[in-house]
């Protein structure tokens, strides 16, 4: 696989955000593309949501007739001059009276209406009433609430329920909207396959698209997607080609950068104007921003996390300035970061955090993953901006934080720092929408660390102490303050051990197997309470971690070491039993260990921490945990011993 | 029409919001309906903001291969061991090297990559390298993004574009959510029509059940809406009974009181369990609450206000618990009062509010108009709840305001108090959505009270002083502190006159045709300039206005005379040309006179006032003005006078 040099060199440009924005814009406007707003006529039952292109006038006055107000009788108010208690005033039916219901019209000859409990009737054809009442009394008069030809709604207007109402009741049917933009999405790569299609080696599943279309499904706009394109200069130009008329907007996904098979940027230019290549945001650097003819054609990253970053920066604004809408922003709340994070200079960083409400203030956690990790940009609470002047945030910086979920979640999220556990997401599935668990895999000492530094609720361990034989405890009071108070409360004992592929076709049985070069070890991370382990039982046995194939190639999760195994890129790794069972995998038991939970006495006494220790103690939970396979659940729940 | 009285006498409830909505939700509990939750399987192209049903577990890994993390060469890590730029390493292609492109999987026998950036091709099949790396450098690993069997997301999730890219990434096609809960809404009233067929008099639209369709659709629900049924206690009745099994929840509109024709208790009483029957809530009062099985039925109010306003109250966190979701509340914003409002204890009131920012406060000014004022329930910015423990609000008074319109508009809000008049209309439908006027038409002397009150941002009039024969510039020296300096910039002038009907039948020619008693006059409030000019002309010609047959009965707007006349139920009114022209009537000119804006310096310079101010100079503006008809726009956006 030769690298194609194209006959221009492509670079990739840096130019600030709203720079970058307000170059596209400006060559935007200028080609007439936001003055050309497509409308649409629409009935009022599809018109939920829809903007208005021009101000609604009423057709018809409502109330459309003078009408009685009340149930009673109509009268002519006159004859109720000298009415009152002590000489109450006869009238009689037809002439005098007429019988009404709310909503009946008045009659021609009557002026006002007598409510019914005001009403003595004295024979079939009489009654009597105590007080005299000014014309139009109980009446509802004719345009009383909207008279044709004022103006119900202006222009640009969301239509909300009550709209419609008012709409209807003035002789409205169909409205004009504007048009929402329509928006294709181009995704490129030949090694891309629908999402729906079962993807080999070296394929992978399109689902960026998917991505896009709900945000602008999201956003009012209307998306079409295209099935992948191969990465061939002149087939992508075709289709854009062929398709570009359809479409109000045009997006490509991946091929943005200034690689030898980035073709989007020199698409642009070969069919129109390539007016932005490369902005100053991470992640989301290599955007593509240009105009064929009228129709704005945006290159977004192919990094899912940047693909959705850019999206929301570029294509957002562009629908809802066609739609002429208020801009409706995310809503935010201010949080203190627990921990230093750097940023490069020169480029504004959207940081993915983790909120939770520590001490009464809403802290926010870093999640350091890489612009392809999907999972993490799902597993976010918010995004906070680092910009470009800055070099980064200090621990305990006061920073605004973009919500990407629901306020209420910050409250009732329990973030749990330390070692990963199947069983952890088994809570967090039968909690919420209660309590939700928000977990970092920093292995266990790092949960103890952050659990010091009030960066986390609880902090998740297994950490065997080689002297005393027992876990946790002797860790526990080395790294926290012993001016605090925690509880040591048991999740569960589960089973470490090798996992291997199926029927363990290169007969590993000890960790005597491990020296043998042909096998190819894959490790956990330093500070995990698997490490820790491995390590004590390699010295127990005298082996040199270097005579080991693959010790230093780490993982952070059970599941990451036995997805490895899965795809045969490693022989053998230890883990507990149920990430085995979980990925079909063969098992070696090597020792049991306890894995506690970490609670810091202040916190103990809440509604979350309290459905959390409910849960733990509910017989149904322990048999489904159990049920993952090398779970003992005989102490879960059980507090191990107080410290501090 | 005599009173049907049924065998049971009905009377209203008055029990307490929270107390009812208790009662009804332990009804609904006990009956299992929350329990019973339906689910239903659905692509994830039509995922978006459906809620999980169950927790999501990714069936595949994500990257499902190790694969080349940037382009470059994939090497062996150990083949690297001594490059360094001193020391170059030679690699040969294929045996020691193979090219990759991100996303390319890693070669079975090498487990590196090298960047493109740090190598130096010296042949077609040769390359030099110049730095050692680790195993799994720039690899992206199997599992590293998402291992098949962990938790995606948990159960009751609001899907997101996002959530939709990780499950596709993970092998999932399909996912199980919540159903929306079914609701049918049945409309009921003899005098009901189609909102969309021409109604005769006594006969009404229909508009609720678009109301109530539309908040469910916003909501999640799904709604179904039936044609009104007759006011007959068995045919509603069967109807119900033929109908319920379709349906989750069951909705009838109006009918909820108390009164001969209404039947929605009784039905529900015969047919199930009534379990609320009036509750203290202001507007509203009369709500049915009910369940017939498993299936709970709630009657709701007929006037457009309180069937909105109910349907949110109860329908609204019926559809949320049924779909498991995180409340969606309103936005809130605290203003402060302009007005003393009263209210009654015992009922949770809720006041309609409009929303503007003077002196860089909110403030809310209430909207009195009646339950069956829809218009003024489009036009409020917000709701203020008076709670029933409560007498009312005292002016100056901080309170919450749920907004019903988007945040952004408050700033943008000119809050323009006293004279109706139609080019008003016209500004608002040019500025939005830039700027937003919000007119309260209470008079032109009420307009000033309101501007010196500091509850609007101008006043609008057009006040005759009888002795200078001037307008406007006396009244506001009056009415407005000398302490603030005020501009008085002209709208329009305006010709008066008297609206008639077409052709003019009962052949009105002057002020004194008014005093013949088979000609019925229909006036404007006291305080209107339309009144201080009739009265000044009565004087003139001196006729006394007890002469006048109904001199009493008073309109708030032009339009408003103008519809009386359309609808027969008045012969003449004094108003403006424009409004005659608008309804199609006859006018007979009376006097010309000056229309002008009073314009609190302080915020003159306010962009949104800037941008009226432009707006009255745009010569094409000044055309459509003078094309409603009767409009002299000679001195439109000319200063008139600066006072004080």
Redesign the interface.
Known sequence: ???NQSKRKYYLENIPLKEAIDKFNNSIAESGFFDNVNTINIS??ES??KITS??IWALE??????SA?M?GIAVKASTTNKASEKNPVELTENNEYT???????LPKDKDAVIM?EHINQISNNKVQIFNSI???ENV???????????????????M???????C??SGI?TIEVISPPKIAIFPT?S?LVP??TK?K??Q??E??S??????I??WGGEAYRYPPIIDKFETIKNTILKEINKYDILIINAGSSA???DYTAKIVESLGKLIVHGTAIKPGHPVVLGLINKTPIIGLPGY?VST?LTCDLFIKPMIEKVL????NKYETVNANMTRKIASSLGEDEYIRVNLGVIDKKIVATPIKKGA????S??KADGLVLIPRFSEGLHQGEKVQVEL?K?K??IEKNILVSGSHD?AL??I??YL??KV?ISSSNIGSIGGLISLSRNEAHIAGIHLLDEITGDYNITFAKKYLSNKEKYHIVNLTYRTQGFIVQPNNPKEIKSLQSLINKDIRFINRQKGSGTRILLDYQLKEENINPKNIN?Y??E?Y?H??V???I??E?ADVGLGIYSSAV??GLDFIPLAEERYDLIIPDKIIKTDKIQNLLELLNLKKFKIQVENLGGYNTNHMGKLIETIG
């Not at 019988?99 to 019209?105: A, K, Q, R, S």
């Not at 998917?210 to 945000?215: A, K, Q, T």
């Open positions: 696989m030769k690298k009022l039952e939920l949501g021009k101000p006055s409502s109330p459309h007739y003078d107000g149930d019988w009404v219901d709310t909503g009946n019209p019914i000014p014309p139009y509802r008069r004719i345009g009383e609430d909207i008279v044709a030809t004022e103006m119900l709604l202006p222009k640009s207007h969301k909300r329920p009550i709209d419609i109402g008012a209807a009741s049917e790569g090694e999402y729906n993807p080696t070296g992978i599943k689902f960026n998917l991505i896009i279309e709900s945000m499904k999201d690689g030898s098979k899912p959705a002429k809408n208020q801009t392809g990790i999907i999972s940009l799902v990407l629901n209420e979640i199947i997401d088994l967090s599935s919420s929408p939700f693959g230093d190639r993982e999760t599941l990451a036995g997805a490895a899965l795809s890129t979980a990925l």
